[in-house]
C-alpha cells in the first residue's frame, strides 16, 4: 500500500479528508431516507424500492486491489448506489405529493414524469389528481417481477 500512496498525487492525499468526511452526513441521510420509506411508502401505496438495487458492494472485494483502493471502491460503490437508492424514493415521492410538470423544459426527468399532469391544467389536476397520486401499478408489476423480498 506504502507504494499507492507514494505514487499518489499530493492533492490527492491533501484532498480525501474532505472526500471521506462525507461518510457522516450522507450515513445520517440514509438513516432518515431509509426510516421514511419503510414508514411511509407503505402508507401511500407506493411499492418499495429495493436497497440492494442500487448498492452493490462487490468491488471492493477485488483480490487485486491493495487495501486503500479496495476501501475507495467500497465508499464509492456505497454512495453513489446510496444516491441512486435516493433518488429511486424520491421519484414516486414526488408523484404522490406534487405530479405537476414544470411549465418551461428541464432536463434529466425521471420515468415517474410521464405520469404527471400537465402544468396550468386545473380541469386535469382538480379531476385526476388522486388518481395520478396511487397510478404506480407499473412499478408494482416491476418490483414484483424481480426476486426477493422487498
Given at each position: ?137 407499473d412499478l408494482q408489476d416491476a418490483r414484483k417481477r424481480s426476486s426477493?423480498?422487498?
Open positions: 500500500m506504502l507504494p499507492y500512496l507514494l505514487q499518489s498525487r499530493s492533492f490527492a492525499i491533501l484532498t480525501a479528508p474532505f472526500i471521506y468526511v462525507l461518510i457522516i452526513p450522507l450515513s445520517v441521510l440514509d438513516l432518515f431516507v431509509s426510516t421514511y420509506h419503510a414508514v411511509c411508502f407503505p402508507d401511500y401505496g407506493i411499492p418499495k424500492a429495493r436497497r440492494r438495487d442500487f448498492i452493490g458492494m462487490d468491488r471492493g472485494r477485488l483480490r487485486y486491489l491493495n487495501a486503500l483502493e479496495g476501501l475507495n471502491y467500497v465508499y464509492c460503490s456505497y454512495v453513489n448506489g446510496l444516491l441512486a437508492y435516493i433518488a429511486e424514493i424520491a421519484k414516486p415521492t414526488e408523484q404522490h405529493w406534487c405530479p405537476i410538470r414544470h411549465a418551461r423544459k428541464v432536463q434529466n426527468t425521471h420515468h415517474r414524469y410521464s405520469h404527471f399532469l400537465p402544468c396550468g391544467d386545473s380541469p386535469a389536476y382538480r379531476k385526476r389528481i388522486e388518481q395520478v397520486r396511487c397510478d404506480f401499478k426477493g423480498p422487498v
